[in-house]
Structures are given as C-alpha cells and as structure tokens.
C-alpha cells in the first residue's frame, strides 16, 4: 500500500476523465494518525478533509503553524458549539446546513477576522441520520447564508444515499447547482468519484482509495 501511489493514479485518473481543467482532491484523512498521513504533506499535496472537530485539532492545529500552505476541509456533521473551534482550525466547510450553525459560524469568523468558504449540504434522499438541507429549504437557506450573513458560498455537497444509484442523485445536484448559479460542487467519493467528475464535480473527497480502509 504505497499513498503516493494510489493519489497519482487518482490524479491521473481523473486528468483522463474531466474536461474541466481544475478538480481539487480533498484527501480525507479522518481515522487516520499523522504519521500515516505524513507522507502525503511531504509530497506537497494541501488539501485534507476531518470529519471531526476534536480529532482535527489533534492532528492538524500544530502542523498547520508550521505548514502554513495547508488546507483544512471539514466534511462532518457539526454541531453549532463546536463553530468557534472548526473556524480557528478549518480553512472549507462543506457541511453548513442550519441558521443556527449559519449564525455561529458567522459570528466566530468575524471575531476572528477569517473567511472561510462554505459547501452547503443538501440532504438528497431525505436520510434522517444524515445531515444537510431539505431541497424544499435550499433557496431560504441559501438567500439566508449568502444575503444576510454575507457567508461565502462556493457551492453544494451532498452524499447520496446509498443505493446504487449515484447517477440520479449527481444529476439532481447538479442541476440544482446551477439552477443556484454555483462554480463549485464538492460530490464523490472513493468509489464514484469519475462520475462525479461527469457531473460537474469541482471538490472530490476520497479517502480509502489514498488511505486504504479505515478499521
Ligand atoms: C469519509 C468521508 C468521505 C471519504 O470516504 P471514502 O469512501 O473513504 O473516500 C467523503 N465525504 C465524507 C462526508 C465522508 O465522511
């Protein structure tokens, strides 16, 4: 299991398959300790994914000092007593899907003189365990964080339920997207992530296909 290895090869992969010219590989470190990630940083690659706002601190918050290149994207659930911490630490969230989180978040990057850039996640199946807006709400939501908390929005997240069918689900995000006049779209995985690369992805998050499995 060589890291290096399985990022080229996704790097590559998805250079052959996207007509678009800029696709950002979010590696998503989550389980994973530093040393196991390290060889990654080392490599030069920026862009890493959490889920979890005590776990990132962990990992991140001191290597981040001393590599100031780094960018941080928390793709979890977050809870809107953990904004000031997620603003200190991350650079994207692609998991903004409350007023309430909204309205937190908003508040800590002001005191913090930061702007960080959002995803908003929809909820595509209406899964009650998983987070993300109900399409029916996305226009207030979205007329809300960019009009009234001036948040910057960069796109939408989602992932889909898992049923096979990763097309109908893509495509109904994407079409939303630009319905929403949105550049960015963060969708797939390490198993979909070519298609959605067809669907207009600008931010894959892959992290077994790097990392390998996580226990
Ligand atoms: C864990 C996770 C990923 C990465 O999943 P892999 O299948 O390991 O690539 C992507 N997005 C979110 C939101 C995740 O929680």
Request: include cysteine.
């Amino acid at each position: 299991m060589n890291i290096i290895t399985n990022f080229e090869k996704i790097k590559q992969e998805i250079k052959n398959n996207s007509s678009q010219n800029e696709i950002e590989v979010i590696a998503v470190s989550k389980t994973f300790s530093i040393d196991h990630i390290m060889p990654l940083i080392e490599y030069g690659h920026k862009h890493f994914g959490e889920n979890k706002v005590q776990e990132a601190e962990k990992k991140w918050k001191e290597l981040k000092k001393s590599n100031i290149d780094l960018r941080l994207h928390m793709i979890g659930r977050l809870q809107s007593n953990k904004a000031k911490k997620a603003v200190e630490l991350f650079d994207f969230i692609h998991s903004l899907d409350s007023e309430k989180l909204a309205n937190e978040l908003s508040k800590r990057q002001k005191e913090k003189e930061k702007n960080l850039s959002y995803f908003i996640q929809i909820n595509l199946g209406s899964e009650e365990q998983k987070g993300g807006v109900e399409i029916s709400e996305l226009k207030n939501f979205s007329d809300y964080c960019v009009n009234e908390l001036n948040l910057s929005v960069l796109g939408l997240m989602a992932i889909p339920p898992n049923d096979n069918n990763p097309d109908k689900y893509f495509k109904r995000i994407s079409e939303l997207n630009k319905q929403f006049n949105f550049r960015y779209l963060s969708i797939g995985m390490s198993n979909d992530y070519l298609k959605a690369i067809k669907y207009g992805a600008s931010h894959v998050r892959i992290g077994s296909a790097i990392f390998g499995s996580r226990n």
